[in-house]
């Protein structure tokens, strides 16, 4: 089964950084793709960055490219968003989200699994 357990939000500077993480305490997750949304107030959600199954391609949206890195941990069945550079307008709730697809998919609806989502604050 899996059900994803999202951890590392919080408050930073404008400038600083976080790792957001994602964890399975089910099926291993290494051919599931896992993606990271981030949903601001008032606004639609938006896919930022995502790890492909198996061949671990990455993606990025241009809104973080260069400074958010994604990445997996095949033996803690983990996945992180490391986050460095943190601008205010990154501020959001972020959600991660898996499914038995292998490649990342374009659209929320493409992901029956989710994270309960972390909510990241970038403030002075």
């Known amino acids: 089964q899996v059900q994803l357990v999202e951890s590392g939000g919080g408050l930073v500077q404008p400038g600083g950084s976080l790792r957001l993480s994602c964890a399975n305490s089910?099926?291993?997750?290494?051919?599931?793709?896992i993606v990271w949304f981030r949903q601001a107030p008032g606004k639609e959600r938006e896919r930022i960055s995502c790890i492909s199954g198996g061949d671990n391609r990455v993606y990025y949206s241009d809104s973080v490219k260069g400074r958010f890195t994604v990445s997996r941990d095949k033996s803690k069945n983990t996945g992180y968003l490391q986050m460095d550079s943190l601008k205010p307008e990154d501020t959001a709730v972020y959600y991660c989200a898996t499914d038995n697809i292998l490649q990342c998919g374009h659209t929320a609806a493409d992901y029956a699994y989710w994270g309960q989502g972390t909510q990241v604050t970038v403030s002075s």
């Open positions: 089910g099926v291993s997750l290494e051919y599931y793709p």
